[in-house]
């Protein structure tokens, strides 16, 4: 039976997708948005408050760090946040601060005072209670903008990865911690992949942010990332409307994914079906 290509891909609206030959490519191009974002923020609000994630994200960082964007972007107004972090210390592999330290904060000049860690030295109840609270504050004097719908904080950007699961920031399939609307931020202790222990923004914050990028590479997260950015309301085991990278859905921003051609196969080969489809 031919299938019905038409209801399988459609690509959601108000997703840009950036598709990337090479890392090189990518970093470029990751470099120029995040600098654009950046250099937008402090003219209209005179900070930029970014919050950053684990995995891979932080290794297409390079050309952020070098010329022209080292010596021009006004890192003095930068104030660095974490969407998630695990329950690790901070000079452990599994710590998301240590990549980030690692690849991105120690070769740029951003004040020590405007990096916003969490805290590795309590248990992650206390950790995601404390870090809501620094970002209450943070709210109040406007550091961080405050979202008009819905009083959340309004990150100028939330960069994300996601895990061949779809999950994203550490928000994993099904998890309860996906229901939260009030929390800002939360922990979990169960996470599927190791370690269990976490801290996350939740999905009102996320999706409040004025920009969210996700930036996804390799094919073993094609499927996800083409269930995530299509359209198609299709409910069903294979299909789950719950995957958290597709309840990104910013309330009132803009959201761009960073894609290789690894992650982007399932997606095109549904795309160019469809194209295929219509010509005839
Ligand atoms: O556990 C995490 O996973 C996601 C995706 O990372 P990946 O290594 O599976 O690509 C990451 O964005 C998140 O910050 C991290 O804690």
Known sequence: MEREISALYEPKRNNEIRIFESSDEMSTNLAEYISQVSEISVKERGYFAIALSGGPLVSFFGKLCEAPYNKTLDWSKWYIFWSDERAVAKNHAESNYKLTKEGFLSKVPILNGHVYSINDNATVEDAATDYEFVIRQLVKVRTIGVSESNDCPKFDLILLGMGSDGHVASLFPNHPALELKDDWVTYITDSPQPPPERITFTLPVINS??????????????????????????????????????????TDGKLVWFLDKAAASSMEAEKGAFEQHHEY
Not at 222 to 249: F, I, W
């Open 209 to 250: 942010a004025s920009n969210i990028a996700i930036v996804v590479t390799g094919d073993d997260k094609s499927e996800a990332v083409h269930v995530a950015t299509s359209d198609n309301n299709a409910d069903g085991p294979d299909t789950p409307s719950s995957l958290p990278a597709r309840m990104v859905e910013p």
